[in-house]
């Protein structure tokens, strides 16, 4: 770790003192993925994958900020009507297609300019939408809701992808027709207790339907028309967004994510007694950073420049953009009353962590308190001077602007990327998050929201989170290279054993290994998860609520695994595991069910998990760019 | 080239659960247990939907004789039945493999009329004199044959078929038919009776 850009094992001496993966590839690779501010010409491909054509982009450092009003997802338009009934539920056909809108951009002149997106239309609301309209569901109520891929063209042919597809990573691959097949689709919700068969996982893609047959043209193993998600979970703020295996990231980028909202009788409760803020004074933000080409189009860099072995259109480690989108649109703002605010914020970044701060233009910190965590309220609030928010996370906040009346207060972020040793972030562009100002007056009819100490009036205390006598599971992240020399992200098993001896049985496997999570129904267990490398991985288990019990230092000998035809990959086992120091407690702001938990380099973070339902589903990083490259496994949980 | 195939699963699946694990080269050893998962699907109704395909360029290993390219085995107005199998499964496959033989049986003098194919999804491991060993055993016609390839080769047939899954133990039953004179196919998922496939695959002549 004595060179930060030096990529990227945490356990460097170790890997050389028995052999040590590639070099080449571990150095930082993605500097092409980040953007230039020079307005230099970047090299990049079209959908097509043919290589070396050059793209103008649109440059953040000079975009005006802080002009386009904030779109609130919880404003009425900007929900989900049912459109009808299946059987006795409400049920909601959402259509997937291809639109240009106007998200606020400009080019230097001043032009205003469109944008091609993915967005979701229904049939009562037939203007697409991207980010996606809201769920706003009762708990305990179950809805059935379809997804249906519409990415169809003018000539009715099924769209190929318009972002470069990689080819080589294992992909959806629909029908084996390569890179230019019809975009294969899925939803995901994020956070949801649900079937496999209602998850979204990444085998559940489907392509439109240009056979007009009634059904999609291809689809993945684990494809359903509808999905019944039966919302018996608490209060809470899921997210729904694509999951495609080996395209998440490219769908994701071109707009097919949005909120989903459970509402409870807790959380009505304290909004009915003015403890927590109800619309329109909640405001859900979902953060996005995008790179934009000159006429406005999105840019999602695909090649690999650094080394020539790669393939044409190439996955990259990372990536981060230059522009933040708030709610769909470039550094918004919002106008707000003197009163507290609660913020549903949303990281729905490819790879970009944020560490968000609010203050005044003059440069006075806006205190704020947490109050959930990504599935739930919290016991009791938590003051914050900053959050740190990793990708597929979610925090509850309320922010107080009673005190900046007239002023403006601005949400800036100081994360580097990658995140925590990476490269610090540009104050000019993704530093800056979005306004509000304290402009509007206080509406005396509604009183200001007061916090309670305690949170779940009507919801049984969360205990504080007890492993004694559950079993333990250890797992590892790593990142080797792949059979093009690049960074290969991946996730595995640490073989318990004394020594933690390098045994096949154990060590980094793909996604289409053998499951090695097999779980028994209504089990709990303990991950403990082994961040190898020197980044900090969002760890996101589907199905499951959890909770994060502590992290603890680490040091031990990566062994090289040869893996995939001719061993061309290159995995690790760890092995000679040593903890070191005391254990660190999960952060004030962590004590809530959470989905989604950061793995900190040099650590083993232990989550408290239990199993409730039966089925397949899958564990992966939450940086989509790991995710599409391996770096997600399956598991199986059974009677 | 496309995906990765899932080429460690099996070996490893072997060593974790200590099997006689089969080398590449090993004759046809004691079934190892059965680890194919049978779908809740497989028990239902089979469902039938017509499919367009797009073969891939590939070529197969045959069980006997010289590697052949899929689409030159398929470019005929003959009827096609055609099934993925592996020779060391042993909840699917066998019935599958059933199936078909009971098919060819009911055929009778018409076997010949359709062409059968049985694809191996577990190619590390079946090599041409395992597949030979398995038609014996199921008493595979001429007109019935059975295939291995290269990992990237089966790997591209399944995503083809829309049959592809991250490992072999969890595949399902699924039959292709292409009925005799046309150039759709019909997919049947769960496990057809020898009639319903024939009815399929020579539509003009009835159900026997």
């Not at chain 1, 599971?473 to 992200?489: C, P, V, Y």
């Amino acid at each position: 770790m004595n060179d930060t850009n030096g990529r990227r094992r945490f356990l460097r001496s170790a890997a050389m003192a028995t052999g040590a993966l590639a070099a080449p590839s571990l150095l930082r690779a993605q500097t092409s993925s980040t953007p230039d501010d020079t307005g230099v010409s970047l090299p990049s491909s079209n959908a097509a994958g043919t290589a070396s054509s050059s793209v103008d982009l649109l440059s953040g450092s000079t975009h005006p900020k802080f002009v386009n009003a904030l779109p609130n997802p919880l404003d009425l338009a900007n929900r989900y009507r049912p459109t009808g009934l299946s059987g006795l539920l409400p049920h909601y056909q959402l259509r997937l297609r291809e639109f240009s809108t106007r998200i606020g951009l400009v080019s230097p002149s001043g032009t205003p300019l469109s944008t091609t997106l993915w967005g979701y239309a229904t049939p009562l609301q037939t203007t697409p939408a991207s980010p996606g309209r809201s769920f706003v569901v009762a708990a305990g109520l179950p809805i059935r809701v379809s997804y249906v891929n519409e990415l169809i063209g003018t000539d009715g042919a099924a769209l190929p992808h318009r972002l470069g597809v990689d080819t080589s990573l294992m992909w959806a691959n629909p029908g084996n027709l390569g890179g230019t097949a019809p975009v294969p689709l899925v939803a995901h919700r994020h956070g949801g207790a649900q079937d496999t068969a209602a998850d979204g996982l990444p085998d559940g893609w489907s392509t439109p339907d240009a056979n007009r047959n009634g059904s999609p043209d291809l689809k993945g193993r684990l494809y359903s028309a509808s999905y019944t998600y039966g919302n018996d979970q608490e209060a809470a703020h899921l997210w729904y967004h694509d999951h495609a295996l080996g395209v998440t990231r490219l769908n994701v980028y071109m707009g097919l994510a949005g909120h989903y909202f459970i509402r409870d009788a807790n959380e009505a409760y304290l909004w009915l007694r003015g403890m927590l803020p109800a619309p329109p004074y909640e405001v859900p933000l979902v953060i996005q950073d995008r790179m934009f080409t000159s006429t406005g189009q999105l840019h999602y860099p695909s090649q690999d420049l650094e080394n020539p072995a790669a393939p044409a259109v190439s996955h990259l480690p990372e990536f981060f953009g230059d522009f933040i989108l708030v709610n769909g649109v470039p550094w918004p703002t919002h106008p707000v009353e003197p009163r507290p605010y609660r913020l549903r914020v949303l990281n729905g970044s490819d790879s970009r962590f944020y560490d968000l701060r609010f203050a005044t233009a003059a440069g006075s910190a806006v205190p704020f308190s947490q109050v959930g965590t990504d599935l739930g309220l919290m016991n009791a609030p938590v003051a914050l001077a900053h959050l740190v928010l990793a990708p597929g996370e979610r925090a509850d906040l309320v922010v107080d602007f009673s005190a900046f009346k007239g002023q403006t207060v601005r949400v800036t972020n100081s994360a580097p990327t990658p995140y925590p040793d990476g490269d610090p972030v540009d104050a000019a562009t993704a530093g800056q998050i979005m306004t509000f100002q304290v402009q509007r007056p206080l509406n005396p009819l509604v009183p200001k929201a007061r916090l309670p100490a305690y949170l779940r009036p009507l919801r049984p205390m969360l205990p504080v989170p007890s492993t004694a006598g559950v079993p333990v599971r250890k797992l590892m992240l790593l990142e080797g290279s792949d059979a093009f020399g690049r960074l290969q992200t991946l996730l595995g098993t640490v073989n318990p054993a004394a020594g933690n001896p390098a045994s096949s049985a154990y060590g980094t496997f793909f996604y289409s290994d053998p499951v090695t999570e097999n779980v028994k129904l209504g089990s709990t267990e303990v991950w403990e998860i082994y961040n190898t490398t020197v980044d900090a991985h969002p760890v996101h288990l589907h199905l499951v609520d959890f909770r994060v019990v502590n992290r603890q230092g680490f040091s031990g000998t990566v062994i090289p695994k040869p893996m995939g035809p001719n061993g061309s990959t290159t995995g690790g086992y760890l092995t000679q595991v040593s903890l070191s120091g005391s254990a660190r407690p999960a952060e004030a702001n962590e004590a809530g069910r959470k989905d989604t938990v950061t793995a900190y380099p040099g650590e083993v973070t232990r989550i408290l998990v239990q199993f409730a339902r039966a089925g397949e589903y899958v564990w992966h990083c939450h940086i989509l760019s790991h995710e599409d490259h391996e770096m997600m496994r399956r598991f199986v949980v059974a009677p | 080239m496309t995906g990765r195939p899932s080429l460690p699963g099996a070996a490893l699946a072997c060593c974790l659960l200590a099997w006689p694990c089969a080398g590449q080269a090993a004759p046809l050893a004691e079934p190892p247990p059965d680890l194919c998962v049978a779908p809740a699907t497989a028990t239902g109704a089979p469902s039938a939907e017509t499919v367009t395909l797009h073969l891939p360029d590939v070529r197969l290993q045959p069980a006997q004789g010289a590697s052949v390219s899929l689409g030159s085995q398929l470019r005929s107005s003959e009827a096609v039945l055609l099934n993925f199998i592996y020779t060391s499964c042993t909840s699917i496959c066998p019935p599958m493999a059933q199936i078909f033989a009971a098919t060819q049986e009911r055929l009778g003098s018409r076997a010949a009329q359709v062409q059968m194919l049985s694809i191996s999804i577990d190619p590390e491991h079946d090599s041409p004199r395992r597949l030979q060993a398995y038609a014996r055993r199921f008493g595979a016609g001429t007109q019935w044959r059975f295939f291995t390839g290269s990992l990237q080769a089966i790997d591209a047939v399944q995503r083809a078929f829309s049959v592809w899954r991250p490992d072999k133990m969890s595949h399902t039953p699924v039959t292709f038919i292409k009925p005799r004179g046309q150039s759709h196919w019909w997919r049947v998922d769960g496990f057809a009776t020898p009639d319903q496939l024939i009815a399929l695959a020579l539509p003009e002549a009835g159900a026997p």
